[in-house]
C-alpha cells in the first residue's frame, strides 16, 4: 500500500514508518523538520520537508496518491500552547483541516491520527478511559479534543474513515528530553548513569 506519514522524521513518527516499510509498504514522509530530524528518516522512504498548513500540501499528496494517511504532525508541548495558543492552534487545527480536506480530495481509504491523554484535562477519576468526557486544561487538550470532533464529522459529512488513539506517556529511541513525555527520558537517564534522582515536591 502507499502510506503518507506526516511527521514522520519526529519520534514516533519515524518508528512508525520504520515498520510500514518493514511491512513492504511504499511509505511518503511529510515533515517540515521543526522539530523532526532527518536522520531519523528511513532511507526507503520519499521525504517531503513541507509544512502542514502549505497550500502545496495537496498537490504533493495528490502526486504520491496515498492509500492511507497517519497524521503524526503536532504542535505537541503544553507549554507552547498556553504561551502562543495561537500557534497551537493553527498547527493542531488548521493544518490537521488542510490534510483532512486533501484526504477527502484523494479518497483515501483511511485517516488515521494521536489525540492525547490531555483531554481529560485534571480529572480525579483514576483510570481514565475512552469513554470519560474529557475537560481540558491546556490549549494543547483543548486542540486534540477538538481535533477528535472535526474527525467524526469530517467522517459523517464526507464518508471519511479514521482512527484516532489517545497517547500518553510515549517512551523509547529517539525521544526528546523536552515536554512532559520527557520525564520519563530523563529518569531513565539517570538510572543508567547511577545519578542521583531528583523530585521535587513530596513525590506524589
Do not use: W
Not at 483531554?119 to 490549549?139: A, C, K, Q, R, W
Not at 464529522?153 to 482512527?163: C, Q, S
Amino acid at each position: 500500500m502507499r502510506i503518507t506519514v506526516t511527521g514522520g522524521a519526529g519520534f514516533i513518527g519515524s518508528h512508525l514508518v520504520d515498520r510500514l516499510i518493514e511491512d513492504g509498504h511504499t511509505v511518503q514522509v511529510i515533515d517540515n523538520l521543526y522539530t523532526g530530524n532527518k536522520e531519523f528518516v528511513h532511507s526507503k522512504a520519499q521525504f517531503v520537508e513541507l509544512d502542514i498548513r502549505d497550500p502545496k500540501l495537496y498537490s504533493v499528496l495528490e502526486e504520491f496518491r496515498p492509500d492511507y494517511i497517519f497524521h503524526e504532525a503536532a504542535q505537541t508541548e503544553v507549554s507552547t500552547s498556553m504561551s502562543d495558543p495561537m500557534l497551537d492552534c493553527d498547527i493542531n487545527l488548521i493544518g490537521l483541516i488542510n490534510l483532512l480536506n486533501a484526504a477527502v480530495k484523494l479518497d483515501v481509504k483511511k485517516f488515521l491520527m494521536p489525540s492525547s491523554a490531555a483531554v481529560y484535562g485534571n480529572l480525579d477519576t483514576l483510570p481514565l478511559n475512552e469513554e470519560m468526557i474529557g475537560n481540558p486544561s491546556s490549549f494543547y487538550g483543548l486542540t486534540k479534543l477538538t481535533t477528535e470532533h472535526y474527525l467524526r464529522i469530517y467522517h459523517e459529512a464526507f464518508g471519511l474513515p479514521y482512527i484516532c488513539y489517545r497517547y500518553s506517556n510515549v517512551f523509547g529511541p529517539r525521544q526528546g528530553n523536552g515536554g512532559e513525555g520527557g520525564v520519563i527520558s530523563i529518569f531513565a537517564k539517570a538510572i543508567v548513569q547511577g545519578s542521583p534522582i531528583i523530585i521535587y515536591g513530596d513525590g506524589k
